[in-house]
Antibody, heavy 122, light 108 residues
Framework: EMQLVESGGGVVWPGGSLRLSCAAS????????MTWVRQLPGKGLEWVSG????????YYVDSVKGRFIISRDSATNSLNLQMNSLRDEDTALYYC???????????????WGRGTLVTVSS | EIVLTQSPGTLSFSPGERATLSCRAS???????LAWYQRKPGQAPRLLIY???NRATGIPDRFSGSGSGTDFTLTISRLEPEDFAVYYC??????????FGQGTKVEV
């Protein structure tokens, strides 16, 4: 079964840091781009960051550029999101999702985890 | 950045009825690169439709997508009890950011 499981969420002070991880299983992780999407409280989904299959390219929404870093580890089949200088508005449920196959340019997301909750609050 | 507008925010139906959800883009979506997702509380979001009209693996044929350019539609031909959820459209036809609509809740 193809599966993504997020971890690392929690409560953090404004200005603090948190590292999210996503463990992938049931598919060849190295063949796919990966992404983070967040669900803001009482609002919709927001795409946050993406990384292509071989980590040659990374992408970020403007609001997190310079603060968040996406990375992947093929040895452990994991996706990571290092979140620094956190703000109140980063409070959200963060989902890991699978992006396109290496040979596809189509960034829709066909497998999702259940999410990990990040709360930024003083 | 392409802005996607889903309206209305909430639609009310009875099981067995036909539901039509709208997604409008602020500019033309290249290659009809539009997807639809279903989200239920406590569950992982589920991909329903990609490329505007292609059903994802395992999605029942009561779900269908249509449209092109700036106007897209998700149709659920006969609502089953498990279909009451929030539905999002997402465009991936442009350079990032890949954007989502704000969602339409389908309720009883």
């Amino acid at each position: 079964e193809m599966q993504l499981v997020e971890s690392g969420g929690g409560v953090v002070w404004p200005g603090g840091s948190l590292r999210l991880s996503c463990a992938a299983s049931g598919f060849n992780f190295d063949d796919y781009a990966m992404t983070w999407v967040r669900q803001l409280p009482g609002k919709g989904l927001e795409w946050v960051s993406g990384i292509n299959w071989n980590a040659a390219y990374t992408y970020y929404v403007d609001s997190v550029k310079g603060r968040f870093i996406i990375s992947r580890d093929s040895a452990t089949n994991s996706l990571n999101l290092q979140m620094n200088s956190l703000r109140d508005e980063d409070t959200a449920l963060y989902y890991c999702a699978r992006g396109p196959h290496a040979r596809s340019p189509s960034w829709y997301f066909d497998i999702w985890g259940r999410g990990t909750l990040v709360t930024v609050s003083s | 950045e392409i802005v996607l507008t889903q309206s209305p925010g909430t639609l009310s139906f009875s099981p067995g009825e036909r539901a039509t959800l709208s997604c409008r883009a602020s500019q033309s979506v290249s290659g009809n690169s539009l997807a639809w997702y279903q989200r239920k509380p406590g569950q992982a979001p589920r991909l329903l439709i990609y490329g505007a009209s292609n059903r994802a693996t395992g999605i029942p044929d009561r779900f269908s997508g249509s449209g092109s350019g700036t106007d897209f539609t998700l149709t659920i031909s006969r609502l089953e009890p498990e279909d009451f959820a929030v539905y999002y459209c997402q465009q991936y036809g442009s350079s990032p950011p890949w954007t989502f609509g704000q969602g339409t809740k389908v309720e009883v």
